[in-house]
């Protein structure tokens, strides 16, 4: 159980291992930075380097669901970084809460939950349709193939690629 009242300095604890993502440390070369700069100049480290520290870190000790056996409902297979729609979708999710973790907004963590997980976590969880909605215990199932694509054609890829240039010079 929670325990909601207040502690010494207004911090809880929520009673498990989940990282409370508000325990920023800045090493003395970052805080002289801040000291030195102007704060819109000012970069703060992230607190997990990279997506699989991230997954590593938050994901997985916060995010917590009942996972389905292949019968229709949620489907997650522990190889996750084999599946190139969940590593995209998890990084984009990493960058998201880590500009969330130190916005000056009060409600950015919120937001993060109800604008950025959650639409990620019904696609990567799905398991109808979703990249590891196959995904066996006996780790045969690789994920579903890229879908396919056609060539180009030169004279679309040109428009495509220049389609910005003609705006900015009309």
Do not use: C
């Not at 498990?16 to 819109?40: F, R, T, V, W």
């Not at 995010?63 to 949620?74: A, K, Q, T």
């Not at 809460?97 to 916005?103: D, L, M, N, P, T």
């Amino acid at each position: 159980m929670i325990d909601f009242a207040p502690a010494a300095g207004d911090e809880w604890d929520a009673g498990n291992e989940a990282p409370d993502g508000d325990d920023l440390e800045l090493d003395d070369d970052l805080e002289d930075d801040l000291e030195d700069h102007d704060p819109g100049e000012a970069r703060i480290e992230p607190k997990f380097a990279n997506v699989v520290e991230f997954v590593q870190g938050y994901f997985l000790p916060v995010i917590r669901r009942r996972i389905s056996d292949n019968d229709g409902g949620l489907s997650w297979d522990s190889r996750w970084w084999a599946y190139p729609e969940v590593v995209a979708r998890l990084t984009a999710l990493h960058y998201a809460w880590e500009e969330a973790r130190v916005s000056d907004s009060a409600s950015a963590m919120s937001s993060w939950w109800i604008q950025h997980l959650e639409p990620h976590l019904r696609i990567i969880l799905d398991g109808d349709t979703g990249p590891m909605a196959n995904a066996k215990a006996d780790r045969s199932f690789m994920g579903w193939p890229a879908m396919p694509s056609d060539p180009v054609p030169a004279a679309v890829l040109d428009a495509l690629l220049n389609q910005n240039n003609s705006r900015t010079e009309g």
